[in-house]
Nanobody, 122 residues
Framework: QVQLIESGGGLVQTGDSLRLSCAGSVRAFRGLVAAWFRQGPENEREFVAAVDWRGNTRHADSVKGRFTISRDNDKNTMYLQMNNLTPEDTGVYYC????????????????WGQGTRVTVSS
C-alpha cells in the first residue's frame, strides 16, 4: 500500500507561482507512474501532468508552458511547479500513483492523496 501526502497549496494572486509536493510513504513509489489531477468547484477531476519512473513527463494542454512536473526518487517525492497561475487553476490538486502513463485518466490510478487546495484570486 502506498500512501501519498500532498503539500504546498494555498491562496495566491493571478500571475503568482506555487510548488506542490507529493511524498510517497514507501520506496515502491519511485517505481510507479505518478501524476497530478485537479478538481475545480464545478468540474470533474481532470488530468494535469504525469511522470514515469524514468522522469519522462506529459502535461495537459491547459498547463503546458506554465506547469512542470518532476520527481526526486531519492526523496520519494514528486513536485508540480506552477507558474503564472490564473483563477482557472483554482481547485483541489490530487497526487496519484500507480496509473497508466499513456492513458492518464482517473480510473487507471490506484493510489490517491487527500488533496491540497489551490486558490488563485483575480
Amino acid at each position: 500500500q502506498v500512501q501519498l501526502i500532498e503539500s504546498g497549496g494555498g491562496l495566491v494572486q493571478t500571475g503568482d507561482s506555487l510548488r506542490l509536493s507529493c511524498a510517497g510513504s514507501v520506496r515502491a513509489f519511485r517505481g510507479l507512474v505518478a501524476a497530478w489531477f485537479r478538481q475545480g468547484p464545478e468540474n470533474e477531476r481532470e488530468f494535469v501532468a504525469a511522470v514515469d519512473w524514468r522522469g519522462n513527463t506529459r502535461h495537459a494542454d491547459s498547463v503546458k508552458g506554465r506547469f512542470t512536473i518532476s520527481r526526486d526518487n531519492d526523496k520519494n517525492t514528486m513536485y508540480l511547479q506552477m507558474n503564472n497561475l490564473t483563477p482557472e487553476d483554482t481547485g483541489v490538486y490530487y497526487c496519484a500513483a500507480g496509473g497508466n502513463f499513456r492513458a492518464p485518466v482517473v480510473r487507471t490510478y490506484h493510489y490517491w492523496g487527500q488533496g491540497t487546495r489551490v486558490t488563485v484570486s483575480s
